[in-house]
């Protein structure tokens, strides 16, 4: 029988991994939690599978510099392994999963509150372009929609992601922010990571008068 996969991290688990992380010494510079599960979706919808040991350094520091050994070290890849699994599953599977976004303070609007979560997902882009350079059309709605989180003026070089993200409607409230993020990672994997079965609902587009 294969084994059965990690069991989902509670909520004491996701603490957990934060104060490890937050604990790593200067200068390393580690992902926090919500920018991790972000990291780990971008790296999980590469076309190519990525073994553990080219991305897990970039969990512990951004610049991929070697965190001092020992228990917690051990904690975090430990913990970072099971959510990578879990995630793979459901995006595998194509299956709905909860991504670790979490409220930021009352004021904050739905692109900022998801913005740490993008911006994970972004830095698995940039160090492991295969995805991006990728030449489909159905990858530019989807990527749109994660994008437009960004200012516009951040995103060089991306006329065709610009021009679909002003016909996108923004999302109402952080509901419908997670629920288009969400679906837009599976129609992502339906192109790089593609499988048998139907693809979700394509974005809204903004109505036109």
């Known amino acids: 029988m294969p084994a059965s996969p990690p069991a989902p991290l509670a909520d004491a688990d996701i603490e957990r991994l934060q104060q490890l992380l937050d604990a790593?010494?200067?200068?390393?510079?580690?992902?926090?939690v919500m920018a991790l599960d972000g990291f780990l979706c971008g790296v999980i919808l590469q076309p190519s599978t990525l073994a553990e040991e080219r991305w897990m350094k970039y969990v512990?520091?951004?610049?991929?510099?070697?965190?001092?050994?020992?228990?917690a070290l051990t904690e975090i890849r430990a913990l970072v392994h099971r959510r990578h699994a879990e995630l793979a599953a459901a995006i595998?599977?194509?299956?709905?999963?909860?991504?670790?976004?979490?409220?930021?303070?009352?004021?904050?609007?739905p692109s900022e509150t998801v913005l740490p979560w993008i911006a994970g997902f972004a830095a698995a882009m940039d160090l492991f372009p295969a995805l991006m350079r990728i030449d489909d059309a159905e990858l530019v709605e989807p990527l749109a929609l994660l994008y437009r989180h960004f200012d516009a003026e951040d995103l060089e070089d991306?006329?065709?992601?610009?021009?679909?993200?002003?016909?996108?409607?923004?999302?109402?409230?952080?509901?419908?922010?997670?629920?288009?993020?969400?679906?837009?990672?599976?129609?992502i994997a339906d192109v790089s990571r593609p499988r048998t079965g139907a693809a979700p609902p394509r974005p809204r587009r903004r109505q036109t008068l």
Request: hydrophobic share 45%; no cysteine.
């Open 158 to 187: 991306a006329d065709a992601l610009l021009a679909v993200i002003e016909t996108l409607e923004p999302a109402a409230d952080l509901a419908e922010a997670v629920q288009d993020l969400v679906r837009s990672l599976m129609l």
């Open 24 to 32: 790593l010494p200067a200068p390393l510079e580690p992902l926090d």
């Open 60 to 71: 512990t520091d951004l610049e991929g510099r070697t965190p001092p050994a020992g228990p």
């Open 92 to 109: 595998g599977e194509r299956q709905w999963f909860d991504p670790w976004i979490f409220p930021l303070d009352d004021d904050a609007t």
